[in-house]
């Protein structure tokens, strides 16, 4: 059955578990989508989901992965991010938490994830989760190494709507305990920006549900920020590319209002 292979996860042809673009990119910022992809190991089959349900933001943060790209080469900066669906596992979670790998998203079922034994489970926890983390923080320490400084900023959209309930923002910036003086830096540049609708902590707040940030920017003392864009405002690549302008100018000028 989909999703209960224990060994050897990932296979010959397989895509790795990291994507990693601009390695080599010396901008202070450290770019991460833990929910730009939506690749399924050969071995998961298709989790038990019609084909067209991994186009949905249950499956991926639509709009991230071209976002992320844009934004990299505008800054020069990395962009890290994950390959595999969050459905296979959520790199943004922490891999005990029995939701990591989701039987249900947003009442949708997950037939390949319902009842895995705990081998299935520390399968993925290693292939792909324990992987991915582990290539952010090789980033971090190679990075200081050089002497770079790093700023964290987590890139992540969400849906127009939740459970018929509009919602209004255009982004949302989200932060937390660490050094959160980017982060409220960048709010309030994007506050600046006529016509945008910018939630602070909205549409979600940082909580004890995130992973990615407090693991490698709270235990390092890291400045950060996670960002959450309205998907239909990334729709295509104009769009993305629009945005990536916008994070080109205001990630920059918050940093420089929180640097000496």
Partial sequence: MAGRTADGLLCPGDPAPVGLFNAEGTSP???IGDHAGSALPRALGNL???PGEMGRHIAIDIGVYGLGHALAKMLDAPFVHQTYSRLVIDCNRDPD????IPEV???TRIHGNEGLPVDARMARIGAIHRAYHAQIAAIIDAR???GLETVIVSLHSFTPTMDGTPRPWHVGILHGAGRADFAYALLQELRREDGLNVGDNVPYAMDDTDYTVPLHAFTRSLR???IEIRQDLLANGDAQ???AARFNRTLVDALALVTP
């Fill in 29 to 31: 910022f450290l770019l």
């Fill in 48 to 50: 038990g989901l019609e």
């Fill in 97 to 100: 938490r029995v939701d990591a």
């Fill in 105 to 107: 998203s947003d009442g």
């Fill in 144 to 146: 200081k190494a050089t």
């Fill in 224 to 226: 950060y920020t996670e």
């Fill in 241 to 243: 590319q629009l945005w």
